[in-house]
């Protein structure tokens, strides 16, 4: 899964338009061990931007997947089409929000102002747009190929709590 996120990086696509907000948010609502969760699209991450290319904005970023695997935790157990849609959108913000407040904070691009934060914001606007785009796409496409694997191979399936109804 790393590498095909890596890889998802490397190859031609429209800018932003990648499975890693995707990736974030189902290792969120689905990896057993929570530290996996955020190693895979983190380090994914970190394998492409080394051969991309190591730059200033990386702990935005970084914080901003990071987030989104945080909003995957809340899905634990509610991986229902509107719910995961729900996640996916906030997580699209979030991402958004940090990203763009990095560029601001550690770039020489905006002044270190309110009007400053809010230029860097709407010039962001943009790439956000694609990034809601591939975030839904890919999250439609993640969680449900999953959801379908759950009903064919039952070891997949989350085991029914006790007292749950």
Known sequence: MILTAALSRLLPHPPNVTPLAAIALFGGAHFADKRLAFLVPLAALLLSDLILGLHSQMPGVYAGFALVVCVGFVLRGRTRALPVAVAALIGSCVFYLVSNFG??????????????????????????RNSLVGDLFYTALLFGIFALAEKRFSLLREPVQAGAA
Do not use: D
Not at 107 to 124: H, I, N, Q
């Open 103 to 128: 560029v601001w904070a550690t770039g020489s691009w905006y002044p270190k102002t309110a009007a400053g934060l809010g230029a860097c914001y709407v010039a962001g606007i943009p790439f956000f």
